[in-house]
């Protein structure tokens, strides 16, 4: 504004007071001054001098030379000067409207992604020429001081620049239609990003990253697509671009597909013409041309590619070098969209399943408390009225019975904890097979044996139905037994009438042991469940004589862990049959043998010499009583020095050894005996609740005979001395 100020005082002094008279020559131009506003960009000190110059020039010819020239000259002057002065404004103020409007486009241009650099690169020479201009605007602005006639001459060249700069601003327009494109297409990627959720589609993702290569790539390209193989078919997983009809696969094989060659290669690839390769198909639009050039990358997951983005144009195409890195660019976005969406799912299924356990683990332990407080207070009640029964002559034939009820509360509870550990072990891995040789069909006839006075108490006819020659396997006896002990006994439970049977046959990849029923079945809606911890179908009461409800998942367990696979049929009021699929890899090589019959002889505890280590007080006392009500000499000790220094000085046929001492570990006592054991020991049985397997592989190979699991029972005992 300063500068201004003093431009105008100085025009005025040398129009009003050097020069005032018209017919003085006048050394300088108004334009010249207003030339310094292309300089200080100021459009209101341009017109703010204009208008003063105007006034200066008003004063000069109507109050200085108060009409010293003639009428017509004066308005010819007046005119003249006026038309300089503001031809000269109004052609400023075009040029730094014109130069305002380029720096604001320099400042969008300058916000653009260093991917567009061609753009920027022309942009930087539109602004070098617009400089060029600018100097060449000056310089015929410095003409315009001449004449009004080089004025004319310069409106002219002004307006050829004007249609320069119309035709660089529509290249400005594309350039910038250019990168609006880009932008649409990188927005469509991000939103498709924003998209992932466990619960949605890869296809719709997939969709969305198609769209960002459509919009990308420019209008040379029609449309792109995800694909995948089906069943050895060719299948889309997402496109676009394909028209409101959408896309139509190829009914041809994946092999004789641009993307089976993109899968096997690994590698990003193009073909500019299709027609040159009839042996490859693509997919097509619903209607229109079909597509002429592909430019195809394959989308990698987990170390392998499972699909390929392809990009299609319906005219031949020369993919550039650029087109190549787009392409391999959106790839890779599908790929992480794919590790993403798949990651996502796979956390919310641990979720869910996490739930479904914790769910499932709170009505376990519930359950478990509720049936082990049940036979626990049974057994408190019982014990209270054993008491007083034996206090109350007339109440004591009531004992017997009594003690009997006792005793079968606590084979449920023992069951009921024992088969829970059983779970817990499985169910942590903790699951050893004890591999052997032996007989299947020797072990159905066991089961059945065994199965067979509770049956025939029922009134119910229980067979076994095998083939003439014995087939061997090589598994686990012992866990195989338990399996089929439980179904048949379950069938026995749960069979009002007709009979049971226990078949072995031979089918399509190994054998299948059956064992078939006549009972009340299963209803279908129930099938599915009848694995799972404490289900039984009639049931409600908990009756403990139909078991705790984990029989059936223990015995799925142990199929699981012997390789063998389990199936049910059943029908309402027919029957039901349970079915053990064994693989014909289990079976053993070599001709089949009959095994011996198991021994069932039972030995007689009659004047043996028993020394029974046991540190809990009323089992010591219980077990040494019971085995002296059946005619032996028991001898006990409460800690394991006490049992070495017994073994020393006594003669005992029999040590009952349990494991847990106060003083040190039963096992120690094993080893010394390994060391020196006495002549007329000639039985050592370790009785403890620890049955691990690799705890029973212990103490074998310490020297005992056998592993008794706690609670132990008389009869129990005496099969276990049968073996020694």
């Known amino acids: 504004m300063a500068l201004s100020f003093g431009i105008i ?31 200080t960009r ?76 061609a753009s920027n690169e022309e942009l930087a020479s539109s602004n070098e020429e617009l400089a060029v201009r600018e100097e060449e605007i000056m310089r015929q602005n410095e003409e315009l001081q001449s004449s009004t006639e080089e004025l004319e001459q310069q409106s002219e060249e002004l307006r050829q620049r004007a249609e320069e700069m119309e035709q660089q601003s529509v290249e400005l327009n594309d350039a910038n239609n250019e990168l609006l494109r880009r932008e649409r297409g990188l927005q469509t990627l991000l939103d498709s990003g924003r998209w992932l959720r466990a619960d949605l589609s890869e296809s719709l993702v997939m969709n969305g990253i198609c769209q960002a290569g459509v919009q990308v790539l420019g209008d040379d390209v029609n449309a792109a697509a995800v694909l995948v193989e089906s069943e050895g078919k060719l299948a ?19 092999d004789e597909s641009f993307a089976a060659l993109l899968l096997e290669s690994g590698k990003t690839a193009a073909i500019e013409d299709i027609e040159v390769r009839p042996d490859i198909q693509l997919p097509r639009p619903g209607a229109g041309r079909p597509f002429r050039s592909v430019l195809g990358s394959p989308i990698w997951h987990e170390g392998r590619p499972v699909a390929a983005l392809e990009i299609y144009s319906t005219a031949p195409r020369q993919w550039s070098e650029h087109d190549f890195r787009i392409a391999e660019w959106l790839a890779g976005q599908a790929a992480l969209a794919i590790q993403a969406i798949r990651f996502q799912q796979e956390i919310e299924q641990k979720r869910r399943a996490a739930e479904e356990a914790s769910i499932q683990k709170t009505r376990f332990l519930a359950a478990i408390s509720h049936d082990v407080r049940t036979p626990a207070n049974a057994i408190s009640l019982l014990a209270e009225l054993i008491g007083r029964c034996a206090k109350d002559p007339e109440r004591a034939h009531q004992v017997p019975a009594l003690a009997t009820s006792l005793w079968n509360n606590s084979r449920a509870m023992i069951e009921l904890v024992s088969d829970v550990l059983d779970l817990t072990r499985f169910d942590s891995g903790r699951l050893d097979l004890d591999l052997s040789e032996f007989s299947l069909s020797e072990v159905i006839r ?62 399509e990849g190994g054998w299948v042991v059956h064992v078939i029923d006549s009972g009340i079945g299963i209803p279908s809606e129930h099938l599915g469940s009848i694995f799972d911890e404490f289900f039984q179908l009639r049931n409600p009461e908990r009756n403990r004589e139909k078991g705790t409800g984990l029989g059936l998942a223990i015995c799925r367990r142990l199929i699981d862990a012997l390789g063998f696979r389990v199936s049910v049929k059943s029908l309402v009021g027919i ?14 090589d070599g001709a089949a043998v009959r095994e011996a019959p198991v021994d069932g002889r039972e030995y007689s505890l009659k004047d043996a010499r028993i020394l029974l280590v046991e540190d ?75 049955v691990r397997p690799e705890r029973i592989a212990e103490v074998k190979a310490l020297g005992a005979h056998d592993l008794l699991a706690k609670p132990v029972s008389v009869e129990r005992i005496r099969k276990a001395l049968g073996g020694c």
């Not at 020069?19 to 334009?31: E, I, R, V």
């Not at 026995?492 to 046959?505: M, Q, S």
């Not at 079915?579 to 014909?584: C, F, L, M, N």
């Not at 809990?616 to 006990?636: F, N, Y």
Request: one cysteine or more; hydrophobic letters at 45%; charged letters at 20%.
């Open 9 to 39: 005082a100085v025009m005025a002094w040398l129009r009003l007071v050097a020069y005032p008279q018209q017919d003085q020559p006048f050394p300088l131009s108004p334009a010249v001054p207003l030339l310094l506003c292309l300089w």
């Open 42 to 117: 100021d459009v209101r000190s341009l017109y703010g001098m204009s208008v003063a110059f105007t006034m200066i020039a008003l004063l000069r010819i109507f109050w200085v030379t108060k009409g010293a020239t003639s009428g017509s000259y004066e308005t010819l002057l007046i005119v003249s000067q006026f038309t300089n002065i503001w031809l000269v404004a109004g052609v400023i103020h075009g040029i730094l409207a014109a130069r305002n409007r380029i720096e604001r486009k320099n400042d969008e241009l300058g916000q653009l992604s260093v991917e567009l650099e």
């Open 236 to 254: 889309l997983n997402g496109n676009s671009g394909f028209g409101l009809q959408g896309a139509l696969a190829p009914e041809v094989g994946f």
């Open 446 to 507: 066991l089961e059945v044996q065994q199965a067979l006075p509770i049956a025939q108490g029922r009134g119910l006819a229980l067979r076994e139905v095998l083939p003439e020659q014995e087939l061997r396997l090589n598994s686990d006896k012992t866990k195989l037994a338990r399996v089929l002990s439980n179904f048949i006994s379950n069938a026995v439970k749960f069979t009002e009438a007709g009979e049971i049977r226990v078949e072995l046959a031979q089918e």
């Open 575 to 588: 029957g039901t049959t349970f079915s053990v699929h064994v693989p014909a890899g289990c079976v053993a």
């Open 616 to 690: 809990h007080q009323v089992a010591r006392e219980a077990t040494a009583q019971l085995l002296e009500a059946e005619g032996a000499q028991v001898a006990t000790a409460e800690t394991g020095r006490e049992a070495v220094r017994k073994l020393a000085a006594g003669s005992y046929d029999i040590l009952l050894l349990d494991l847990n001492l106060p003083d040190f570990e039963g096992t120690e006592i094993l080893r010394a005996l390994q060391v020196s054991k006495p002549e007329s020991l000639r039985c050592v049985l370790v009785v403890t609740g620890d």
